[in-house]
């Protein structure tokens, strides 16, 4: 290690209070957030909530909690999260063992890519693809927010290029010993590439989590949208008066919601499950961004 | 008969095919895919030339020739949106080029290995969450009467400002918004090439003198600079693209005039105003450039920087 002189000794210093002071600005807005959620109705009205909640209550999580329709988005969600991981997944497996390839290994791999690439640099844009949905008949089903992205380019990318980073010797020795294609892939080339499929996984699992359009447009059904469609809905719509005087007369304390806690309850409610995944996967998505190709 | 002699002449070919038959049997059900969700739309671009009326089969649309094109480009509305999404995209390309290359210089500075990577995962945060829930933190936080932030303004002596209604601010909004989304996610291919850089270089420019900001200005800088202009020159493509997300979440009818980018533009005309021929309009026009400026950039990518997608 370097010595260090003294202005540099300041620097470090000054560095790490900046650094701690950009971290704090990252964090600051949801617990503000968090702090809204937890307060109760006269110190939230009179905006006296910084950064400690007043007054505390979790009144309004148990009445985002006991919303039915709260309930079936998340459900809804957890199915679509489930599907398209699982879809993506195997999609860009699929196309990027093959496009792995050399030419002389796979003759038509530049027609694939070709094939592959044009839709990345031209598309047909929103209005058409809405008409391609609705004609194959997929309006108001959970496919129409898995299969228009079944095959993600970027997670190709990123699969392909760490498929060509396997030693092709290991590859050759599968081969020798009788196994097909697929047994390589299967026992050779995936165990191997665990890293690279769970940055995959991180990506589509937050895509999938937090995607909110194709729900508005592709689900007419208010009962089968997606979480953050949901959570889109609440944040556009909720006011107090939308809570009903039975629910009122069962429990009291419902009339005591104001409608920034609640949403800022529902927030919170549909962000944490990420919020919380994504320390543990940090190791690989880090990997994974730096050892693929970049972001285009 | 031409068909069988080209057959014929092709053996070698169709030889190989048949070799490489596991290949196009794990590729196929990709290609289905795209053929359908991205070359179908492709086709389906042909409504931008029609008086498009969804009650009609797309064989039996009246053909309009440039009338969408005249139509939507005689729109003093179109030409304000244009210049929005420009404004908009190029300060973000920016931003999200300066903050993150800035952030990885000085996160590199810390030594403690713990408190780095709890840095990290501090500032990756926001990139996890949607901008749905962003926007409703955004409107609890900036509001003009209630928001954390205009009361430290006010305590701070200054005048509340309107973040999210005042057309004159929306831009900068969006902009600082986005940049404190990314940032920390941005950094981490800065990061990553400060770390490949090779370290004799340090230890070479201490003896000849150099102290610690002097390294970095002559070896770091100069040596993520290939890394900086990649990002830049495949930014170019998103010109077009001011964040279609972030906006359509943030935006609002009092902010049009400055806050309304050609994507959200095209949403309201298509899904709520059901002009689908004059929306596809706009979305082909914004293809198109963007085709062209894509290409400009991978073109430059690969000059400059050596990189190639593929």
Known sequence: MLKRTKGEKIFAVINVIFLTGLALVCLLPIWNLLAVSLSAKNYVQANMVSLAPLGFTTSNYHYMLHESSFWEAFIVSAKRVFLGVAVNLLFTICAAYPLSK????????????????????????????????????????????????????????????????????????????????????????????????????????????????????????????????????????FDTSDIRPDEIAADPILAQLTGRSVKAAGIILCTVPMAVIYPFLQKFFVHGLTVGSVKG | MAQAQIRSRKIPLSKRFRKDIPFHIMILPAVVMVFIFKYLPLGGLVIAFQDYSPIFKLTEQEWIGWGNFEYIFSLPQFWGVIKNTIWIASMKIVGDMVVPVLFALLLTEVRKKTYKSTLQTVVFLPHFISWVALAGIFSEILSIDSGIVNKAITVLGGQPVYFLGDPKVFPYTLLFTAIWKHFGWNAIVYLAAITNVDSSLYEAAYLDGANRFKQVWHVTIPCILPMIILMSVLGIGNILKAGFEQVFNMYSPQVYSTGDIIDTFVYRLGLVNFQFGTASAVGLFQSAVSFVLIMLGYWLADRVAGYRVF
Not at chain 1, 104 to 110: H, I, L, P, W
């Open chain 1, 102 to 237: 050399r030419k002389d290994q796979f003759g038509a791999r530049g027609f694939y890519a070709a094939f592959f690439l044009i839709p990345m640099v031209f598309t047909g844009g929103l209005i058409p693809t809405y008409l391609v949905v609705s004609n194959v008949g997929l309006i108001d089903s959970i496919w129409a927010l898995v299969l228009p992205e079944a095959l993600e380019m970027y997670y190709v990318l990123l699969m392909m290029n760490f498929f060509r980073g396997i030693p092709g010797e290991i590859e050759e020795a599968a081969l020798v010993d009788g196994a097909s294609w697929l047994t390589t892939l299967v026992k050779v080339y995936l165990p191997l590439s665990l890293p690279s499929l769970a940055t995959i996984t991180l990506y589509a699992l937050v895509h999938h989590w937090n995607a909110y359009f194709d729900g508005m447009i592709y689900i007419n059904n208010t009962h089968n949208y997606p979480l953050m469609t949901y959570l889109r809905s609440v944040i556009e719509g």
